[in-house]
């Protein structure tokens, strides 16, 4: 008795309170958008035949550059400039950038995949190096770029089997449509990882958008483990019955900097030789070796 006369007491002190135990707040209904779906394979399948059709390409772009981030504590954007890109497979790439009004070159980038060559003309430097050494300088941002990093954003990989392993994951994508709606839409994600002398790490992830079904966003990482590119794919269009966006950017988080490519012609498949992706040291070029002591330079002479 005593137990429910305490149970009572209890309800009674708790009664004018209930209105206060909980509150209701409204949510942002997802729009009514049909999704398509999709398996694994198609989506690997995409990836690969997407690999496949794209042996070359030659663009005419415009380059939107920003540096800096929360590190830095500050962003600096760049004006816009008119460039050019060439790529081939397996791994060379090209990449000219021009001054704006006067169009002479700003810079001239080339890569095999294991070296790459920059020539700045305004500042008569020519930086050499290799692709799997990364030495920041914060004093030089446009030496902090890497022709590597352009080509493996710009070109999808397929899946390198038996050295990667790939695995689907049901994700979603956080979609603004102004600053006070926002919502969660649904995505497919390709985990590819990647294997060797016993290890294996994630690699990559690969984005696709259930609206389309094609990839819109891909993040690469290192060995580590960490975030070294997140490129954002955008507005595809048919070059040459290839599907490809028009619109790609390319964030590297550790050194801060952001590159955007939009595509004002794009042509694919040519027969591009070598001599495309030659690039001479310029006479009495200071030239500055990456892959050396920092602070590596020589003024004029070969490298």
Not at 22 to 44: C, G, M, N, W, Y
Not at 227 to 234: F, G, N
């Amino acid at each position: 008795m005593a137990s429910f006369s305490k149970t009572i007491c209890m309800l009674v002190i708790l009664a004018p309170l209930g209105g206060c135990l909980f509150h209701t707040r409204k949510v942002e209904q997802s729009p009514a958008i049909a999704v398509k779906a999709s398996t694994k394979q198609d989506l690997l399948n995409y990836i690969n035949s997407q690999a496949t059709k794209i042996q070359s390409m030659q663009a005419t772009v415009d380059i939107d550059t920003a540096v800096g981030g929360a590190k830095k504590g500050k962003i600096t954007e760049y004006e816009q400039i008119r460039g050019y890109v060439l790529a081939r497979k397996p791994a060379m790439l090209r990449m000219i950038g021009l001054l704006p009004i006067i169009r002479n070159t700003a810079f001239d980038m080339v890569s095999d995949g294991q070296e790459f060559k920059v020539s700045i003309p305004p500042k008569n430097r020519f930086v050499v190096g290799r692709n799997d050494l990364v030495t920041p300088n914060p004093q030089q941002p446009l030496e902090n770029l890497r022709p590597q990093v352009i080509y493996d954003a710009l070109l999808l990989r397929e899946i390198d089997v038996p050295n990667e392993t790939a695995v689907l994951e049901n994700g979603t994508e956080t979609v603004t449509l102004d600053k006070n709606h926002r919502y969660e839409q649904p995505d497919y994600i390709i985990d590819v990882i990647r294997s060797r002398g016993g290890d294996s790490w994630l690699s990559r992830k690969i984005i696709f958008s259930r609206l389309d079904l094609l990839p819109n966003r891909q993040l690469i990482y290192d060995e580590s483990g960490t975030l070294v590119t997140d490129a954002h794919y955008s507005d595809y269009k048919d070059y040459n019955a290839v599907v490809f966006p028009s619109r790609i950017e390319i964030w590297r988080p550790e050194e801060e900097y952001k590159i955007t490519l939009t595509m004002i012609k794009l042509t694919m498949n040519l027969a591009l030789g070598n001599e495309k992706f030659a690039l001479q040291q310029p006479p009495g070029a200071q030239v500055i070796h990456l892959d050396q002591n920092p602070g590596t330079t020589h003024a004029g002479g070969s490298h």
